[in-house]
């Protein structure tokens, strides 16, 4: 399968090719269990960034990128690279909240990471303000309470989909503020402020229709074990099953294609 790294379009369902990236037959797929989840899986904590995994980049006492040891991935409908967090192709490097808020601009995406947690994602506004998902509500917090001494990066170009201006970006985050649990359709930060930047329904709970010929494949890149791929019938069912693996450190079997070195 070739890499498609560099298209940042994506095509309407109806249009991508339905070829197996696998290299399977349909009937060799073996299904397995499904989990399920709570509306939030991450919580913010009080650790130091010296616990959270974080390595240093530069010098001591200066402000600057830091390195912290993540599971990457790669994800495809069908044969088109719809997600990308892997370290060859893009800067992986976190910033303290106080350096990141210096490089946003409105209607940035943010993810903020810590070892053995699912990232927390928000929708940057402005004046150090940012919109998230927090515990099933749409709220408005300050970046440098939200973060809870994790640090963070701009995650616009981490899903591959065509964004939506700047402008609609923030009406779709401040439009649902306040809202809670019992009436929100996202499961989790990552879905709600991806959905925000680009409009898709696949980011809601049960937004897109399951079928036989719609597969999402998930490739994870785990360090001494070569790359898994998982298949799975809905975006919003692939996101679950990452930020797990990103809480848990633990790879399950959903729908095992291919195990090994690539």
């Given amino acids: 399968m070739g890499n498609q790294l560099d298209r940042i379009t994506h095509l309407n369902y109806s249009e991508l090719p339905t070829g197996d990236p696998s290299g399977l037959e349909k009937d060799e797929l073996r299904v397995g269990v499904a ?10 904590d009080d650790r130091s960034p010296s616990d959270c995994g974080f390595t240093k980049d530069h010098s001591p006492g200066e402000e600057g990128p830091l390195t912290v040891s993540e599971v990457e991935y790669s994800a495809f409908c ?17 910033y303290s909240d106080k350096t990141l808020l210096t490089m946003c601009k409105p209607g940035d995406l943010l ?26 509500e ?18 616009n170009n981490r899903y591959r989909f065509r964004p939506l201006p700047a402008d609609l970006v923030m009406q779709n985050a401040a439009g649902h503020l306040g809202l809670n649990s019992g009436e929100i359709c996202w499961t989790n930060s990552e879905s709600f402020a991806a959905w925000c930047r680009f409009g898709k329904r ?15 494949f998930l490739k994870v890149h785990v360090s001494g074990s070569g790359v898994h791929t998982l298949v799975f019938r809905s975006l919003e069912d692939m996101i679950r099953e990452r930020r797990r693996v990103d809480a848990s450190g633990i790879l399950k079997e959903l729908s095992l294609v291919h195990g090994g070195h690539e």
Wanted: net charge negative.
């Fill in 35 to 44: 989990y399920f989840f709570s509306d939030e899986e991450e919580e913010v």
């Fill in 78 to 94: 069908s044969q088109e690279c719809i997600f990308s967090k892997l370290r060859e192709n893009e800067d992986l490097h976190v």
């Fill in 111 to 136: 993810e903020l990471v810590a070892a053995a947690q699912a990232p927390h994602w928000a929708v940057y506004e402005q004046n150090d303000q940012v919109i998230h998902l927090h515990k099933g």
């Fill in 138 to 155: 749409i709220r408005k917090d300050s970046l440098l309470e939200v973060s809870g001494g994790r640090h963070g990066r701009i995650v």
């Fill in 202 to 216: 696949e980011f809601k709970a049960g937004g897109e229709a399951h079928s036989a010929e719609q597969q999402y």
